[in-house]
């Protein structure tokens, strides 16, 4: 008799976005005269920067000749996309060897396929709220849970509290859907909170570009000192480059991280990484890998950080509104999301129908990233500026009337 994995039937049915489209199609089809302005999207909207589309012209050339042809590449990347990003991180300080970069489709999968190499015994802690991909891909395996409250007293960034017994922490800074990104001493708090529990960190950087460049707040985890002996940090091109359809990520794993089994053998955690890789993994194609690596290139960071540049004015435009209607917020600095307060104590999904009744605005109710989320909604940045700016106005000139 095959038996099924159990831990499936934990999970909560995911029905934030499939609510959202549900509704936003209902009210479209009540009133087909009102123009919805989608300020919920979590995806990029601008088109690849032009060096990346030119560099997987080329290498879709080289595919279509004998010469230059490529079948199976190296399961963890080509060498030239590691060299590209060793080049990267040392633009922010932090010394990688290329062993130590695994290039994968996205940070989702590996978020997820990182749950492989670490015992099911762990104790799992999580920010509340974030990406819901660390905790159903644990819930999945049946880990148990715990969770730290991001909340304005903390300005939604939970530190270590050593009452609190965890073994593999995930950080997301800046975080999806607070925008809220750690300092260097927080961080150094967490690394010392896992130096001294033996615990490790899994650290999600998929929004570090949205991190200025004259901004100290780290891009990477490894910015921290020791930060090599306790942490993996999994990268995106996805909102740095506009790869959300495209497939790009990374997940730097140092090569002296090791950790105990269960059975007491020490475990190189680069090692095991590498297996599970080569094991279940045939990597990236090699023309994503060619865009990949243009969009690290001095031209293509320029272009891709004008986009960037773009999605941050929009939410700045929306802060301006939400400023000057007194609704409190937060995020939209260091990433393309804005966290708002909903007014007047409203839940969360009573906020979205209204924002959908009222203005045919379209958001996410925060309610859908965790407990804590509820009473706050997330507006992005990733919309069309005469989008977001219509939006707004709408806000401005009928929210004292709601
Ligand atoms: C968008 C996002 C990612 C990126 O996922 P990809 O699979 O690389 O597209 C990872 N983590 C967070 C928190 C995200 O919001």
Redesign the pocket.
Known sequence: MAFVNGNYGKLKESYLFANIAEKVAAFQAAHPERKIIRMGI?DVTLPLAPVVVDAMAKAVAEMGKKETFRGYGPEQGYGFLHDAVVKYYTSFGVTLDTKEIFIS?????D?GNITDIFSDANVILLPDPV?P?YNDTNVMRGRKILFMKGRPENDFLPVPDDSVKADIIYL?SPN?PTGAAYSKEQLEQWVAYAKKNDAIILY?A??EAFIDEDDATPRSIFTVAGAEDCAIE?C????TAG??GT?C?YTVVPLGLKRKAENGREMFLNKMWLRRQTTKFNGVPYIVQRGAEAALSPEGLEQCRANIRYYKENCRIMGEILDALGIRYYGGKRSPYIWMQCPNGMKSWDFFDLLLTKFAIVGTPGSGFGTMGEGYFRLTGFGSREDTVEGMERLKEGFDRV
């Open positions: 979590g489709d996205g940070a989702k999968s978020c990406y991909v997301c999806n999600d998929a929004y999994m995106s091109f996805s909102k790869f959300t497939r990520g």
